[in-house]
């Protein structure tokens, strides 16, 4: 007999499109519609009705649907969140304020710091203190707690914080703060407390992640709610999983509670996309790389395997800047997001350089060919002059595109300025985005450790596949994969996501000085928080379970995250352990530190289900020359100078079907370009996979 | 015209490529440096060079004094070690004031980097260290040998290896001998990564050498930089500005001269050299000095050797800016980090309406140590003993059409370190860190505001404080326009006892260190100052009652 709810939804919501992928017995069916920001949830009905339709199912069908979304961030960078109060140890309000008191920009005296989400009167301070040992210094003072409450109440907040210093060691004023506000204030009033949302150490950037989570938190709670009482009227009664930044999953009910883990969602689904096929490609080294309309986001796997990270900066006010955003210490997929996308517009400065991005031109006017009113140069516009793009089919044929346009205004922002004519500007732009995303690339490589050559590069989203094979020529990359359904990536990474969830704590402590018995209760104390909240969503699944500390030499500041065994730590676990971090360290930083002692900063264990067992796809046995359909002029950069090439439809190609460069390979949602160095096979997938005709 | 714009592109493309490459040096510093102030802060900087010595390009991660510094003390090096003498595996250090970047604290390193055989580039990377030994991190000394170690040039790797000598009297010279080596084997391995990836991209774009990369990128940045200097007004423009000094105030003079495409600045007339460390060496004094022009007048173009040709820098030799051995150096940005104040002080006459009023300035380095060891007090027998540093930071000037960044560092690129981070190392226990009202200056603009800052020892024993660095708490950064002087510093005690400038005390057992940092000054008249502005910063208690009414007028 046939199962009964045979389909899996996934559904991404961006800045501009909504990308919907439903899975099932008969396959895969997508599709993108317009985002619908004022009721998010109009756009996601709208493309779950269009899919099932296509599919000829019926929502009772469905029996499983992961939901990732930009609106936390979007709400974080555009200022419309909840109006939210921070409660905080008295004579340390401004902290919020003050941040990092450093300049990023220095030569820039008009710099601004970004502006905190609570403005100084609702920064209310009470009387308490712990000390960095977390004993009470000066009990909390109720008295305080009914003062802020009051002016709470007058300002009609909607939203609190609270985050008292050193409660990431001893959490227990936040917690009793915690209860008299909520018997103070409305009970439609949200409290977050800095001890649950990131008990670490760093007070800036604990009460930033903090505030963070109470400003999103009505919206994400009301738009969910909203969107569950959608889907039940409709009959769709399967469970909702959200798509968290670090790559797992959560329930509906902890995504409510703490939605600041919902922040680059999207992204992290890719970057899950990109593993499962390293995997089933037996790929030991893969690079996810991922262009859209605003950014592009580039990510390191190894054995499929994404590197985590716990700190995040949000809402970069200035260029792409590290320090112009709001901290957030969450888990993330460790990943480089720089302002490169298809709408970036590009410039020439003071010093005749052109620059391209970060600022978008967006959908709206968007780049100069759309022809909606847009005047400055993008990506996409030098795309068309080069020949990458067939202005005639860009997305699927829905969007005609003006190459004149584009002509006009790359040679009036570029070419008058630097006095180069024909392709030239066009060859420039897509030159400085090709190295800027190389250079993003190898920095973040280099501060991992890795040799970025190795990797075979996976692209995805819809600028990816235009660029890779250039910027895989720029990195050195030998093998480049565009995977099936590339244009909504993201949304596919969704399916294969394993319900997960990291616990963090703060506890700074020598090797040579561990008490082994506390570092078990610690331990033991993580992993039942984990285990409480993926059980609630995983059920009967078989869980895994993976314990990580933060190490360095005792005196720095920055540490390296190195894995525990998965029992009870033993007196040998310490040994080995100083011995793996200092091996790690020698591999990154060219040198150990034997004389020095080492430490552990953070705590972590992360409990997740198991990933669907990747079946290894073998390569195709026989090769045949696939047919193109036609031939266009597109630039090569190795020659500087377009050149005549055979174009291809995606469509058309069957696994085993090959092709050598310079080519071009189109399908609906984005356009594959093969450099004259590389050749182009399709594997049993269906993936489009480059190789360089050179060797490696 | 193919072959010279795809050669143009490619040379911009390198010079991205070029700037990324010393971010990843600095970032790998950042991540494995072990003092505080280099950590936490952001209190260091690195860069690359030719082999004429010239720099190229600068890390974004850093701070001024340090890189401006920099760009002349790689020529020191070579004037030491010529070229011809550099074999792969070398590596060379010194923390000579006048030949690094100002201070004892500073050590500099410097890499040469080889492909085939020849040395190619050079990379140069320096960070504060915690203690160099001496009487410690004071303005008390009479002279630079009682400041601490001084290391000349040396050869601190070969081919062979490190020299374990050097690194062992540095060690063995400090009180914090662990930590220094480290943070000196971190300059050493972060040079390393900036010469892994500089061959690397050499190896990808077929360059033996980065001669025509360097003229390049030189000579479009000394061209970018003349241009806005020619757009500028001819002419000599004068400032002058008091400060507190040690034992007596300081006067500072200095007349700017815009010429051809150049611009001079003459410090002659300025105070001699102080008896105490709060003297700020030519190098020093050169690096802000260019840092506050190139601020007001060329920010974008990138900073090197070519940017930074246009501005001469001349002072008298034995005064305050240009002090000569053995005057005393260690809190040298006392008086450094005022001078890109006297800069925009000049250009305010060349360039009206385009520069900043004054800045609380100098960083207040929060220096705290233990004292009890030291007055051998038995009922303090169990207390902790600890060094600590931490950074007070006061108020920035308002800019045109914007009021002052609050508790911000200016000029320096350095930050605070979290209090969480320096209690957790020690004792102390910050009671309050908290904006100051009415500190910022009024004006239209008004300046950004200080902070109070009140500090104990939570095991109640005596700590000292260094008020070394402690100034503007005689005359307060001035407004411009019309726009009123920022609040000056105050260093007290809790129960009542001022602390004079630039001494060290002991804050008492049971008694608390108060510190409030100066306030910008104002800009433009606070009379015009737009009444909501006034009303927001009511509101948010930035500005009391009592100071709207005194400050402007408000009923």
Redesign the interface.
């Known amino acids: 007999m046939a199962d009964a709810k045979p389909f899996r939804l996934a559904v991404d919501i961006g800045g501009t499109f909504t990308d919907v992928v439903l899975e099932g017995p008969t396959g895969r069916v997508t599709t993108k519609v317009l985002t619908t920001p004022a009721a998010p949830e109009e756009g996601v009905i709208e493309g779950i009705g269009i899919v099932l339709k296509r599919a000829g199912a019926g929502a009772e069908a469905i029996s499983l649907f992961i939901h990732g979304t930009t609106l936390a961030t979007n709400a974080l960078i555009e200022r419309k969140g909840a109006r939210t109060a921070f409660v905080t140890t008295a004579g340390l309000r401004d902290i919020l304020e003050m941040g990092y008191e450093k300049r990023f920009e220095q030569y820039d005296f008009y710099m601004d710091k970004p502006e905190p989400l609570v403005p100084r009167p609702l920064r209310l301070p009470v009387r308490e203190r712990i000390s960095a040992r977390g004993q009470a210094l000066l009990r909390l003072h109720a008295e305080d707690l009914h003062r802020a409450a009051a002016v709470m109440r007058a300002a009609d907040v909607q939203a609190v914080a609270i985050g008292f210093i050193h409660s990431y060691a001893h959490s227990e004023h936040e917690r009793k703060a915690r209860e008299e506000l909520a018997r103070l204030l409305p009970p439609s009033v949200t409290i977050c407390i800095s001890s649950e949302v990131c008990p670490e150490i760093r007070e800036y950037e604990r009460f930033s992640t903090t505030c963070a989570n109470a400003y999103v938190r009505p919206m994400m709670a009301g738009y969910l709610t909203r969107l569950r009482q959608r889907l039940d009227s409709m009959g769709l009664k399967a469970p909702l999983f959200l798509m968290m930044s670090g790559g797992g999953l959560t329930t509906l009910d902890h995504a409510t509670r703490f939605p600041i883990r919902l922040v680059e969602s999207g992204p992290a689904g890719g970057v899950i996309l990109a593993g499962q096929i390293a995997r089933e490609c037996g790929l030991p080294a893969a690079l996810a790389f991922d262009m859209g309309g605003t950014t592009a986001k580039i990510c390191l796997l190894d054995d499929g395997e994404p590197e985590r990270a716990r700190r995040f900066e949000v809402a970069r006010i200035y260029r792409d800047l590290k320090g112009s955003g709001l901290p957030v210490r969450i888990p993330v997929v460790e990943m480089v997001e720089i302002g490169a996308g298809g709408g970036s517009i590009a410039r020439v400065d003071a010093m005749k350089r052109i620059t391209v991005g970060p600022d978008s031109a967006g959908a709206d006017p968007g780049p100069a060919c759309y022809g909606r009113g847009g005047q400055s140069p993008t990506v996409t516009d030098a795309n068309v002059a080069l020949g990458r793009i067939d202005p005639q089919h860009f997305a699927g044929g829905r969007i005609a595109l003006d190459a004149g346009k584009a002509d006009a205004a790359l040679s009036g922002d570029i070419g008058l300025k630097l006095s180069l004519s024909e392709h030239w500007p066009a060859a420039g732009v897509s030159e400085i985005v090709e190295e800027n995303m190389a250079n993003a690339a190898r920095v973040h490589a280099i501060e991992r450790g890795k040799v970025i050559d190795r990797y075979t590069m996976v692209a995805f989203g819809g600028g990816a596949p235009l660029h890779a094979g250039r910027l895989a020529e720029k990195l050195g990359i030998g093998r480049v994969l565009v995977p099936v359904g590339a244009g909504v990536g993201s949304a596919i990474g969704f399916l294969r996501a394993p319900i997960a969830y990291e616990v963090v704590r703060s506890w700074r402590v020598p090797l040579a000085s561990l008490d082994l018995g506390e570092g078990n209760r610690l331990l033991a104390g993580l992993r039942e928080e984990a285990h409480r909240v993926v059980a609630a969503g995983a059920g009967e699944a078989p869980l895994s379970e993976t314990r990580l500390v933060d190490v360095r030499y005792v005196g720095q500041g920055h540490e390296l995250p190195m894995a525990l065994p998965n029992r009870a730590l033993g007196a040998d676990d310490l040994p080995d352990l100083r011995r793996r971090f200092e091996e790690r360290y020698r591999q990154i930083y060219g040198l150990a530190l034997p004389q020095m002692a080492v430490e552990i900063v953070t705590w972590s264990v992360t409990v997740s289900t198991a990933l669907p067992a990747a079946e290894r796809i073998p390569a195709p046995t026989q090769r045949t020359a696939a047919r193109p359909i036609g031939r266009r002029r597109v630039y090569e950069p190795a020659l500087g100078e377009l050149v005549e090439m055979a174009v291809y439809s995606r469509p058309d190609l069957a696994p085993g079907a090959a092709l050598d460069g310079p080519a071009a390979i189109v399908e609906d949602e984005t356009t594959t370009i093969v450099p004259a160095s590389f050749a182009a096979t399709i594997n049993r997938r269906g993936d489009i996979v480059m190789e360089t005709r050179h060797g490696r | 015209?193919?072959d010279s714009?795809?050669k143009?592109?490619r040379m911009?493309?390198m010079?991205?490529?070029l700037i990324?490459v010393v971010?990843?040096q600095a970032?790998?510093l950042?991540?494995?440096?072990?003092?505080?102030v280099a950590?936490?802060?952001?209190d260091l900087s690195a860069g690359v060079y030719d082999v004429d010595g010239r720099m190229l390009a600068q890390a974004?991660t850093?701070?001024?004094g340090h890189v401006n510094t920099m760009a002349a003390a790689v020529g020191h090096f070579m004037h030491r070690f010529p070229l011809a003498s550099m074999k792969p595996g070398d590596v060379f250090v010194t923390n000579d004031p006048w030949l690094g970047t100002g201070h004892l604290f500073d050590f500099v390193v410097v890499t040469p980097a080889f492909v085939e055989g020849r040395p190619v580039a050079l990379f140069a990377s320096t960070c504060h260290m915690v203690d160099v030994g001496g009487i410690g991190f004071s303005a008390d000394a009479n002279s630079v040998f009682e400041e601490g170690t001084l290391i000349p040039h040396l050869r601190l790797r070969s081919a062979a290896g490190l020299n374990e000598d050097v690194l062992g009297i540095i060690a063995a010279n400090s009180r914090n001998p662990?930590?220094i080596?480290?943070d000196i084997?971190?300059l050493?391995?972060?040079n390393?990564?900036g010469v892994a990836?500089l061959t690397g991209m050499m190896a990808?774009f077929e360059l033996t050498s980065i001669d025509e990369l360097a003229a390049y990128i030189i000579d479009?940045?000394r061209e970018?930089t003349r241009e806005?200097i020619r757009r500028m007004p001819r002419g000599s423009y004068a400032a002058e500005m008091s400060l507190d000094g040690y034992d007596a105030p300081i006067s500072l003079k200095a007349e700017m001269t815009v010429g051809d495409g150049e611009i001079t600045v003459d410090y002659a007339g300025s105070s001699p050299a102080s008896n105490f460390g709060i003297n700020s060496p030519k190098c020093y004094t050169d690096a802000y000095t260019v840092?506050g022009l190139?601020?007001?007048i060329?920010?974008?173009?990138?900073?090197n050797a070519g940017s930074l040709e246009p501005f001469k820098v001349l002072a008298e030799p034995g005064s305050i800016v240009d002090p000569k051995r053995p005057s005393p150096v260690t809190a040298r940005h006392v008086v450094g980090q005022m001078l890109p104040d006297m800069a925009f002080g000049c250009l305010a006459q060349a360039l009206p309406d385009a520069v900043?009023a004054e800045s609380a300035g100098s960083i207040w380095v929060l220096a705290m140590a233990s004292a009890h060891e030291r007055m051998g007090d038995p009922r303090f027998a169990n207390a902790s003993r600890f060094n600590v540093m931490n950074?007070g930071?006061g108020g920035?000037g308002a800019?045109p059409g914007?009021d002052g960044?609050?508790?911000?560092?200016?000029p320096s690129?350095?930050?605070?370190i979290?209090?969480?981070?320096t209690?957790?190392q020690s004792p102390l226990?910050?009671?309050?860190?908290?904006?100051l009202p009415d500190s910022g200056g009024p004006g239209m603009h008004r300046g950004g505001l200080g902070?109070a800052i009140?500090i104990a020892n939570?095991e109640e024993a005596p700590f000292t404080i260094s008020a070394a660095t402690f100034d503007r708490m005689r005359f307060p950064p001035r407004g411009r326009d019309g726009g009123r002087p920022g609040r000056v510093g105050i260093a007290r005690l809790a129960s009542g006892t001022a602390l004079a400038t630039k001494a060290t005390h002991v804050v008492p057992a049971g008694d608390r260190l108060i510190v409030e940092l100066p306030g910008g000054g104002g800009l433009g008249d606070p009379k015009n100052r737009a009444r909501d502005r006034i009303d927001a910063d009511i509101?948010?208690?930035?500005v009391t009652r009592e100071g709207a009414k005194r400050d402007y007028g408000m009923e």
């Open positions: 015209m193919a714009s795809l143009a592109i911009q493309v010079w991205n490529r990324a971010e990843e970032q790998a950042l991540r494995t440096a072990f003092g505080h950590r936490e802060a952001g974004v850093g701070t001024p662990v930590e080596r480290g084997l971190s050493v391995s972060c390393d990564v990836r990808e479009n940045s970018a806005a840092f190139k601020c007001a060329a920010p974008a173009v990138p900073n900043p950074v930071l920035v800019r914007k960044l609050s508790t911000t560092a200016f690129g350095v930050g605070t979290p209090v969480e981070i209690e957790d226990v910050f009671w309050r860190k908290e904006y902070q009140e939570g509101a948010a208690g930035l």
